[in-house]
DNA sequence: ACTTGACTTGGAGCTTACTGTAGGTATTAT
DNA sequence: ATAATACCTACAGTAAGCTCCAAGTCAAGT
């Protein structure tokens, strides 16, 4: 599979593929003999794992550790664990904070949406 | 209140008030005579609120938005409305992508705790 | 063989959100 | 009055994560 391919079926810009790969966020990707990228499945499952880890706000650092330790064999494996867990932590940590907002926004929204109706703004910032 | 016990009580820099405060993301603090921050109840609300907003990944420029239409009055309550509900969709996709992203770092933890227990790493990424 | 278009690298540039610095002013304690 | 400390503005610098560009290479069609 192209980079063009991978670019329209995952909705990742070529240069940010690139880019990925370059900082090892993925691991390096399939070459055919003239030097282009030739993404194998194995390497679409990277692609795919960086796009959901990057989309929840993973930081690009984390993925590199992981890569990199997934390199390494099965002696990491505690390591990585311990990766994983530390950013799922972050990750409830983040989510708690979102849900704290929206609690937020939906009563400023509901009084809007009150003064829209009675135009009576109770209690405004 | 000033912008030293602002900073400590919210865990904001005093750097980043200034800059809340420069950009609009919060209304123009009110100042001593000599043009010293003082921080009022409203003003901390609104450094409350921008802490929240942020916090939960909210652009910054979203907030200038919601600052500049607050102060022009009662007339933009439908833009406020429809601002924030805009940013709370936002907020809930966001949700929605750390909850995908928890669900795979859970699989993925789950076997990495069979492997460091049995030394056998099961389908591997 | 030649053109066209997609691909390559290396490196510069951009955006967002701060963060730090320099040079000056205000306030407080002695 | 003076020294120490906290504050001020304006502006430059930084970090993360891309994004764009130039100059060149590869591959497919004619």
Redesign the interface.
Do not use: H
């Given at each position: 599979m192209t980079i063009k391919e991978v670019s329209e079926k995952y909705d990742i810009s070529q240069d940010t593929l690139r880019y990925y790969e370059r900082v090892g966020m993925i691991p390096l990707v399939t070459r055919t003999t003239g030097g282009i990228r030739d993404y194998q499945k194995e390497d679409l499952?990277?692609v795919e794992?960086a796009k959901?880890?990057r989309?929840?706000?993973?930081p690009v650092e984390a993925m590199i550790e992981y890569v990199k330790l997934?390199q390494e064999g099965?002696s990491t494996?505690?390591a990585?664990?311990q990766l994983?867990?530390e950013?799922?932590e972050a990750?409830?940590k983040?989510?708690a904070?979102?849900?704290?907002?929206?609690e937020?926004?939906?009563y400023?929204?509901g009084r809007?949406?009150i003064?829209?109706e009675t135009g009576v703004?109770t209690w405004?910032?």
């Amino acid at each position: 599979m192209t980079i063009k391919e991978v670019s329209e079926k995952y909705d990742i810009s070529q240069d940010t593929l690139r880019y990925y790969e370059r900082v090892g966020m993925i691991p390096l990707v399939t070459r055919t003999t003239g030097g282009i990228r030739d993404y194998q499945k194995e390497d679409l499952a990277w692609v795919e794992l960086a796009k959901c880890m990057r989309s929840a706000g993973l930081p690009v650092e984390a993925m590199i550790e992981y890569v990199k330790l997934t390199q390494e064999g099965y002696s990491t494996i505690p390591a990585r664990f311990q990766l994983l867990t530390e950013q799922k932590e972050a990750l409830m940590k983040q989510r708690a904070k979102i849900d704290a907002t929206l609690e937020r926004l939906n009563y400023k929204i509901g009084r809007y949406e009150i003064a829209m109706e009675t135009g009576v703004l109770t209690w405004d910032e």
